[in-house]
């Protein structure tokens, strides 16, 4: 098949899509830069025009700047099952699925009554219990950008579930302010959901300044009884100067490292 | 229990405890794909359905106990998976093997199997209430004598029914008991939304008392202990009213853990019970994963309950940890935290139990 230059207002976007709607920075500065190097796949279904089933994102990108894009025209009528697993062939090419992507081909394969059990990388997602469990669920627009992009591990991306709107909305603008690291994210998250476990407020924790200040402060109302005991063992650690103790008081760990310093 | 949608294996239909369960009853003879299938579509409710089956393995099974602490050597017989009790700290919440109420009935292998397993082992202790509270099946079928019938051929092993319920009505008066005793769970009554669909404490040291009267000696599991308002108070009153109705010396043991779950757990808590407070205690990662309370949080804990159950009881209690570590174990308890030693001591606890006299 080669590749053709089909204008932008001929194509369509078929109800297939399995990612999320949504278009990450640094593929919009690629297509900006590079154009779009891999061409998107179309079918032209008999009718005038074509149809959309692979590439969503490239074309939603490339839409706002170019007038035509590279594509792949199947002249062959294509049932939505067939569109789905070729799109799902054509990512798993060069990239593993996204969460969100995987959910959505249960959902979709429902909607479209799509029997694609026979094909083992999409069986698998088929029957994934926890899967099946997820896409029957409506998430907020915020977990399905992290369940889609990856920035945040699966557990957390799901566990902001539990968070209201207001909630979310502090904690996706404490990310964009204050660089944390995933695994920071995961801790970070994972100790505002005991702050509302404990039916707490979680703004004022977001409020701080800093990453330090957040999390520590979260910690003492999290871990009253350990941070207590922490706190007294740093000021008698202080006292006799046994310099830096590698050890966290919230893992019950079977080894506490020291590391003893000594000058000159 | 209410059964409203009962699935039966084809090769169960043959036992007759399954004849004996579905007579004047519908049921669907049914593959745990096919019931998967209509959990999925909506068409059954979990907590309603059962399915009779038979199980391919053998019955007998390490109690698994978790990584990183100490195990007591005790032996599960898992003759059903799931409870309809709906505790919210229970691990059964993330069992999906068999995701509805699941009873084998090809349990008349079991004579055979522990004929054999008593072969390589001694000082057996073994009970039915790990994936399941062993007498909530006691409406649908007389498991109890069944199991005591079985058991009472077996003198040397000892046999634990565990339950947080009263259902002790099939139980058979025992003129000489050698070896089976009927555990209860407990936690104060304050905990009860906990436990939604258990007995109250109340009734089950309502129910020890029947059962001593009648013959057993009883064990008694406080696990999880939950750290709450009031806790050492409610725990107190727990611990004084089990004393004001049975005797220190009819009982073959006491276990003491600390709540644990795992992560994945945590999540269904919060689903399948948002007005928990299980969560709202502190936890931190213990060497197995699991969540669980600070170490000087559970040893303030335990120190307090030993100290009612001394005070209320007697000093020399057959107490043991459940999941605990070694320096756990040091602070509290005499015998040495190696599973041989544990089980025996608890072996040798329950037969002065059984034989004491009241």
């Keep these: ?37 891999n061409p998107v796949k179309l079918t032209t279904n008999g009718k005038e025009g074509f149809l959309l089933f692979s590439g969503f994102r490239r074309f939603s990108i490339g839409k706002n700047f170019l007038n035509d894009i590279p594509a792949i025209v199947f002249e062959e009528s294509l049932s939505p099952c067939e569109m789905i697993l070729l799109n799902v062939k054509e990512n798993l090419a060069v990239r593993k699925l996204s969460l969100y992507e995987k959910i959505n081909i249960i959902r979709k394969a429902e909607i479209f009554q ?42 957390s991306a799901l566990s902001l579930r539990f968070f209201n709107n207001k909630e979310l909305e502090f904690v996706s603008k404490t990310f964009g302010n204050i660089h944390f690291t995933r695994s920071e994210k995961q801790i970070l998250i994972d100790l505002l959901l005991r702050i509302k476990e404990k039916e707490k407020e979680i703004k004022i924790f977001l409020e701080k300044e800093n990453k330090k200040e957040i999390l520590e402060s979260l ?22 100067k046994m310099g830096k103790l590698k050890h966290s008081p919230f893992f019950e760990s079977p080894q506490l490292i020291l590391e003893i310093v000594f000058e000159d | ?12 239909l043959k036992y007759p405890i399954t004849q004996n369960i579905i007579k004047e009853r519908k049921y669907e ?7 998967r299938e209509k959990l999925n579509s909506g068409k059954i409710e979990k907590s309603r359905a059962l399915l009779i089956s038979t199980f391919p393995g053998n019955f007998i099974k390490d109690c698994p106990c978790t990584p990183g602490y100490v195990s007591c050597g005790y032996k599960n017989i898992n003759f059903a ?18 995701p509805i109420l699941t009873l084998f009935v090809n349990i008349n292998k079991l004579k055979n199997e522990i004929t054999d397993y008593k072969k390589s082992h001694e000082y057996i202790r073994i009970g039915t209430g790990e994936l399941t509270d062993s007498l909530i099946w006691e409406k649908l079928y007389p498991f109890s004598q069944w199991f005591i019938n079985l058991f009472q051929q077996f003198k040397d092993i000892i046999f634990e029914f565990k339950t947080k319920t009263d259902f002790i009505e099939n139980f058979p008066e025992l003129n000489k008991n050698e070896n ?17 669909y258990s007995v109250t404490p109340q009734k089950r040291i309502e129910a020890m008392k029947k059962l001593i009267k009648m013959g057993y000696a009883v064990g008694i599991h406080f696990d999880p ?38 992560k994945d757990l945590r999540w269904q808590i919060k689903d399948n019970h948002p007005h928990s407070i299980l969560l709202k205690g502190e936890l931190i990662e213990g060497f197995d994963k699991k969540y669980r309370y600070p170490f000087l949080l559970r040893e303030k804990l335990y120190g307090e309950i030993i100290r009612f159950l001394k005070e209320y009881g007697a000093e020399d209690l057959p107490i043991y940890f459940c999941m605990e570590s070694e320096e756990m174990w040091k602070r509290f308890l005499k015998v040495e935290p190696e599973t041989e030693k544990i089980n025996k001591y608890l072996y040798d606890s329950a037969k002065k139990a059984l034989k004491a006299k009241i």
């Design chain 1, 1 to 37: 098949m080669e590749i053709q230059k089909i204008p932008i207002n001929l194509i369509k976007e078929a109800d297939t899509r399995l990612s999320l709607n949504y278009n990450p920075e640094n593929l919009i500065e690629s297509i900006k830069k590079f154009g779009i190097i």
């Design chain 1, 114 to 155: 799509c029997d694609l059990r026979k094909y083992s990388f999409i069986k698998s997602i088929l029957n994934n219990e926890k899967l099946k469990n997820m896409a029957k669920r409506d998430y907020p627009e915020i977990i399905n950008i992290y369940l889609d992009t990856g920035e945040l591990d699966k557990k």
């Design chain 1, 219 to 240: 910690k003492k109302e999290v871990f009253p009884f350990t941070a207590k005991l922490e706190n007294k063992f740093q000021t008698l650690n202080k006292k006799i």
């Design chain 2, 1 to 12: 229990m209410k059964i409203d949608y009962l699935f039966v294996s084809k090769e169960a």
């Design chain 2, 29 to 35: 003879i049914s593959t745990l794909d096919q019931i």
């Design chain 2, 81 to 98: 998976y799931n409870c309809p009790l709906n505790c919210s700290y229970c691990i059964l919440q993330e069992y999906l093997t068999y």
């Design chain 2, 180 to 196: 089976i005793i009927v555990s209860f769970s407990l936690n104060p009554e304050q905990l009860k939304r906990e436990e939604l």
């Design chain 2, 225 to 262: 202990l939950i750290e709450h308002e009031n806790w050492e108070q409610n725990y107190k009153t727990l611990i004084k009213n089990i004393f004001d109705s049975i005797s220190p010396k009819k009982i073959a043991w006491i276990s003491l853990g600390s709540l644990r779950f795992t």
